[in-house]
T-cell receptor, first 114, second 114 residues
Framework: AQSVAQPEDQVNVAEGNPLTVKCTYS??????LFWYVQYPNRGLQFLLK??????LVKGSYGFEAEFNKSQTSFHLKKPSALVSDSALYFC????????????FGAGTRLFVKA | NAGVMQNPRHLVRRRGQEARLRCSPM?????VYWYRQLPEEGLKFMVY????????ESGMPKERFSAEFPKEGPSILRIQQVVRGDSAAYFC????????????FGSGTRLTVV
């Protein structure tokens, strides 16, 4: 069964510092990997995806993520955090089983302090 | 091109009543997914539908919950005889058939059972 783990409930960083939000996954087969962001009382917004190709993928708002097959990880990174990046971040994995069902991690709350 | 439309945004029901949540997918999207988000928790997969077909309902509670996606009209998530534990945010996502992993989320319906 596919699963996603986000080991940190919360990440605190100072504005201007680099940030990392961790994600590991477990699937049989080639995963499609995603990061979404959720602001209060809003739906999820797509940030970036890894389907195939270059292990480093770049997404919206300056975020990027690195796919590491040997470590089954897909950590989200940003070189310089902004206060406006404070939100709930979800890692997700999807597998083609004749249709795609996407499983989400529990979420990591990011706090960026000015 | 309107996004995924969910209504109502907020729904209050007394215990024992029925709740009907609607989701109109993006134009051209034939795949619909429902997720539930409990307070301070991640998104839990409920059901995956295509037009007139339930593809995967492995996340649906066995009783009181049902979903449909008719040939015409929105997808409906129906909860009969609601209980306080049903209070949550319910999110719908849709995707096109050629990239069924490409989810677009609605803003959600927040159900409160009193």
């Amino acid at each position: 069964a596919q699963s996603v783990a986000q080991p940190e409930d919360q990440v605190n960083v100072a504005e201007g510092n680099p940030l990392t939000v961790k994600c590991t996954y477990s699937v049989s087969g080639n995963p499609y990997l995603f990061w979404y962001v959720q602001y209060p009382n809003r739906g999820l917004q797509f940030l970036l995806k890894y389907i195939t190709g270059d292990n480093l993928v770049k997404g919206s708002y300056g975020f990027e993520a690195e796919f590491n097959k040997s470590q089954t990880s897909f950590h989200l990174k940003k070189p310089s955090a902004l206060v406006s990046d404070s939100a709930l971040y979800f890692c997700a994995v999807s597998l083609n089983t004749g249709g795609f069902k996407t499983i989400f991690g529990a979420g990591t709350r990011l706090f960026v302090k000015a | 091109n309107a996004g995924v439309m969910q209504n109502p945004r907020h729904l209050v029901r007394r215990r024992g009543q029925e709740a009907r949540l609607r989701c109109s997918p993006m134009k051209g999207h034939s795949h619909v997914y429902w997720y539930r988000q409990l307070p301070e928790e991640g998104l839990k997969f409920m059901v995956y539908l295509q037009k007139e077909n339930i593809i995967d309902e492995s996340g649906m509670p066995k009783e009181r919950f049902s979903a449909e996606f008719p040939k015409e009209g929105p997808s409906i998530l129906r909860i009969q005889q609601v209980v306080r534990g049903d209070s949550a945010a319910y999110f719908c996502a849709s995707s096109p058939p050629e990239e069924s992993w490409g989810y677009t989320f609605g803003s959600g319906t927040r159900l409160t059972v009193v």
